[in-house]
């Protein structure tokens, strides 16, 4: 269904080829999982499928890339529409219409199908994904899960023969991510459509997978079923790091095929101790009391208290929908408050001067890009410095740790998903004000980038900052997290240290500890720490 040969992709003043002599093949109606590090090629690889890369991106493709028996290179994407579907990072982004139903229709209508079978094609796609009863709902309504499940559909109502999609499960909550995947997976075996994902949260994917696409970094590809291609791959879900530790061969891939063999393992665990991460608290860096937000008749904050105090790295948690970005953005000032109060080292943002503010909260949104104006990474990160007063070099050695090796010289919208959050994640922890608030800070990195990411938050809570992070990456929170609160419909359900919050709950607990339950091990690292 899919065929790279020989496939070289250069970009105009790049120093080395982006893809580098690629030849593979995907069988029709495999599930393809594509993984590598931040900035390895993954975007170039799949605009490679409907013809973006290089019809619209520019550069030089060599070789060639057949779809579904087409040829990328001859063929422009608009012409490779009903062959190959594409499914982005953020869906609501990519929505041309108001309604559920009027969407799933477009696509056909760019493409001319005749009404009558637009109208079953419709109704089969909304019986197939399970949103039959969104049909005349408003896109902007819906939830995360809802409106990710309605762009799979709008693509798949053209009924192509491969369905492209990128990170369709990072913004998403676990359960809404359960949703999503388990339609995919019906595309694959109900339909033999030939599904390529790319996703830095291999864990919620790997287990599914057929096939792995792995991009080292170095412009190669390798191919393979996944648990032999992640016995040895730098990157690796936390399932699979376990089984190496642990020497299980062939590695599982699910929670279920690892607690099979992870007895000996638990027994091991039984007679070591956990050595939890300690904290003891004095002061406050952040006093909430009774915060409402309401947008319009929409109450999504309702009556909120929450305290962080110095040092500590508090996780929001909780489904989409449920508040937590409302509270950051009502914390940081600029948002809106209906009543309550907010307290920063005795001020309430909301009524300080943006400059004054900002030395006393910094806040890096969900779509990190509206921070970033200047034309080059060395100008935004100098930039940083300035404003921050701190030391030349500081915004772009943190750049280094997060996302290495990132030109200096590249435009900011040139960069990949992860790069641009990690130069938006240096900017703002350059400044390193007393209280940092992170929207779904770790969209785009991978596993190696968030350990660093981690280092950086203990560095920052070392020196006595709060950290108030809203996320749905359980396996962050397991590593830098020392609190999770979790929010429901505006309100907190939970509050209390991370080890008991998240392994408590189904939904939230990372995989290491539903393998090693019931003993309480969150991470691998404390595991490797365990046994020495």
């Not at 060639?64 to 529409?81: C, K």
């Not at 030109?407 to 940092?436: C, K, N, T, Y």
């Amino acid at each position: 269904m899919i065929e790279f040969s020989r496939v070289t992709v250069t970009y105009p003043d790049a120093s080395r080829p982006v893809l580098s002599d690629v030849s593979l093949t995907v069988d029709e109606g495999e599930l393809c999982l594509v993984a590598g590090p931040t900035g390895a090629g993954k975007s170039t690889f799949l605009g490679a499928l409907n013809g973006l890369v290089p019809h619209f991106t520019g550069g030089h493709l060599a070789g060639r890339v057949l779809v579904a028996g087409r040829d990328t290179s001859r063929y422009p994407p608009r012409e490779l529409a009903s062959a190959v579907g594409v499914v982005g990072q953020d869906p609501l982004a990519g929505f041309v219409t108001d309604t559920v139903e009027e969407e799933l229709a477009y696509a056909m209508e760019q493409l001319a199908v005749p009404p009558d079978v637009m109208r079953k094609r419709v109704e089969e796609t909304l019986d197939l994904l399970g949103i039959a009863d969104l049909r005349n709902r408003p896109l902007r309504t819906l939830s995360g899960g809802q409106q990710q499940r309605v762009a799979i559909g709008s693509v798949l109502t053209a009924h192509p023969s491969v369905v492209v999609l990128d990170e369709p499960t990072s913004a998403l909550d676990p359960t809404a991510a359960e949703d999503v995947l388990a339609a995919i997976t019906r595309l694959v075996h109900d339909l033999g459509t030939t599904v390529v994902v790319a996703e830095h949260r291999m864990e919620r994917v790997a287990q599914y997978a057929d096939r792995l696409l792995y991009l080292p970094g170095d412009g190669s590809v390798r191919s393979g079923p996944p648990a032999e291609i992640l016995a040895t791959s730098s990157i690796a879900p936390p399932i699979a790091e376990l089984g190496r530790l642990a020497g299980w061969s062939p590695l599982p891939l699910s929670v279920r095929d690892a607690r099979r063999v992870a007895g000996p393992l638990r027994s091991r665990l039984r007679k070591l101790s956990v050595v939890g991460r300690s904290l003891s608290v004095t002061g406050s860096a952040l006093d909430v009391r009774g915060v409402v937000v309401r947008y319009g008749d929409v109450l999504a904050v309702r009556g909120v208290d929450l305290r962080v105090g110095p040092g500590e790295v508090v996780a929001l948690m909780g489904r989409n929908g449920s508040g937590k970005s409302s509270l950051l953005w009502a914390v940081q000032g600029s948002g809106p408050r209906s009543a309550g109060k907010v307290d920063v080292g005795g001020a309430d943002p909301a009524t300080l001067k943006p400059r004054v503010a900002r030395q006393r909260v910094g806040l890096v949104p969900q779509s990190p890009a509206d921070l970033l104006y200047l034309d080059s990474v060395d100008a935004e990160c100098a930039q940083a410095d300035t404003e921050s007063e701190v030391p030349a070099g500081t915004a772009r050695g943190l750049l280094d740790r997060l996302a290495p090796a990132v030109a200096g010289e590249a435009h900011p919208g040139d960069l990949s998903e992860g790069q641009r959050l990690a130069l938006v994640l240096a900017i703002q922890l350059a400044a390193a004000p007393p209280l940092v608030l992170l929207d779904e800070p770790t969209r785009g990195l991978d596993y190696h980038a968030k350990r660093r990411f981690a280092a950086i938050l203990r560095e920052l809570a070392s020196q006595g900052r709060a950290v108030l992070l809203a996320t749905h990456d359980v396996e962050f929170v397991a590593t830098a997290a020392t609190r999770v609160t979790v929010m429901a419909e505006g309100e907190v359900v939970a509050d209390g240290p991370t080890r008991e919050v998240i392994v408590a709950s189904p939904a939230f607990a990372p995989q290491v500890a539903k393998i090693l339950a019931p003993e309480p091990w969150l991470t691998v690292d404390e595991v490797g720490e365990a046994l020495g």
